[in-house]
């Protein structure tokens, strides 16, 4: 089988592939023009494009379904060589900023969302991902690849700003070799030069694994899917917290290398009538105590099978504002995506039950 080429660093390449400076050329063909065959490198001899194309592969995902949401997220469906697919979104916020004359500019801002793993195998009683059970994990450049096709089937410019989040399928410390891989190829100033500090990694709460990747010192933000205060609960919801129950992951986060200018974001999923009560806030508010964090309080987007409900709108605001009023920040994602079922999982759901 072929090599991915997206698996390697520079590092690496460039030790396979002599002379070294041959590397920063196929790094530059790959991340900056997407190309998508070595043929396509002129400046490369002949032979030694092909002997790259009888042994690497650059394109190890397929694409096989894109859908639109009206809220302008694109969300993409690939297929692996193996068969199996994983999802990736992209999503576009609006930033607004200033001219020197004071008027508003619009820009768009790119975030995309990538999987780590086919399926997780954490089994989280409210996500459909854990529904599928799990199949393996990611390869680094199975990570890389599902932005850089993004990027391309978008014609987004190689020198544009984007954000990462490991907020698709799988449980992206539970595979945290090839994860760490593809964080620090990401940020390669020669490839897509993606700053650490804007990707994301989102757990939920190997406190072990919290803190080797703090001990990596990559200079990556973290997001703990906490989504109940206490463990009764969490155990019911994510069966994970009884291998590692919220105490630890607290100290895991306060021992967390956070950049200065970065907050750890607790994420949590309201569940209407199960944690969307004044009484889980103010736990929240004591847990979080000491911590500098920001609170994401997402909307449970239902699925066909589930028996959790979407909490109403007025108890999500009630919970922010308790929050917000004691000096806790605190947002509410927005649904983006939900009428293309952005919830991670659902877009692979819904192909196969067709
Ligand atoms: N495994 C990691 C990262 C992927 S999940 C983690 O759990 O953090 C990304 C986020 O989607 C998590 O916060 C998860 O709780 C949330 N999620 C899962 N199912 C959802 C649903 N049906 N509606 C809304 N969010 C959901
Ligand atoms: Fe895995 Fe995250 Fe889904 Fe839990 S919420 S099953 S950890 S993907």
């Known amino acids: 089988m072929k090599k991915i080429l997206q698996d390697y660093t520079k590092q690496e390449l460039s030790e396979m592939i002599k002379p070294a400076f041959r590397a920063k050329q196929i790094y530059n063909w790959t991340y900056h023009k997407y190309a998508s065959s070595f043929d396509e490198m002129k400046n490369l001899p002949k032979a030694m494009r092909a002997d790259l194309e009888e042994n690497f592969t650059l394109t190890p995902l397929k694409t096989i379904l894109i859908q639109d949401s009206i809220d302008g997220s694109r969300k993409y469906l690939f297929e692996l060589h193996d068969g199996h697919t994983v999802e990736a979104v992209l999503l576009l916020m609006k930033a607004e900023q200033y001219h020197e004359d004071g008027s508003i500019k ?3 801002r790119y ?3 990538i999987s780590s793993q086919v399926g997780c195998k954490v089994g989280c009683a409210f996500c459909l991902t854990a529904k599928g059970g799990f199949m393996r994990n990611l390869t680094a450049g199975e990570i890389v690849s599902q932005l850089l096709m993004i990027k391309k089937d978008n014609d987004i410019d190689a020198n544009r700003r ?3 989040v490991y907020m698709g399928m799988g449980e992206p410390l539970d595979n945290l070799d090839h994860v760490a891989k593809s964080i620090k190829i990401f940020s390669d100033p020669e490839g897509m030069a993606i700053a650490t500090h ?7 709460g190997l406190s072990t694994k919290i803190e080797k990747l703090g001990k990596m010192e990559l200079g990556i933000n973290l997001a703990i899917s906490l989504h109940a205060v206490d463990d009764e609960l969490r155990e019911q919801l994510m069966p994970i917290n009884k291998a590692y129950n919220i ?3 607290i100290t895991a986060v306060k021992n967390f290398p956070i950049n200065d200018r970065k907050r750890v974001m607790f994420e949590y999923l309201v569940i209407k009538n199960v944690n969307d009560d004044i009484s889980a806030a103010k736990k929240l508010l004591s847990l979080l105590d000491g911590i500098k964090s920001k609170v994401n309080l997402i909307y449970f987007n ?3 099978g589930t028996e959790f409900k979407r909490p109403d709108e007025k108890d999500m605001m009630k919970f922010q504002e308790y929050l917000t009023q004691r000096g806790l920040l605190c947002t509410i994602r927005e649904s983006k995506g939900l009428d ?4 991670c999982g659902q877009l692979r759901e819904q192909e196969k039950g067709e």
Not at 198 to 204: E, N
Not at 340 to 343: F, L, R, V
């Open 106 to 108: 619009h820009q768009k």
């Open 111 to 113: 975030t995309v969302c």
């Open 162 to 164: 984007v954000n990462i």
């Open 198 to 204: 804007r990707q994301t990694v989102s757990t939920s």
């Open 247 to 249: 105490e630890s992951i």
């Open 302 to 304: 239902p699925y066909g």
């Open 340 to 343: 293309i079922s952005a919830a």
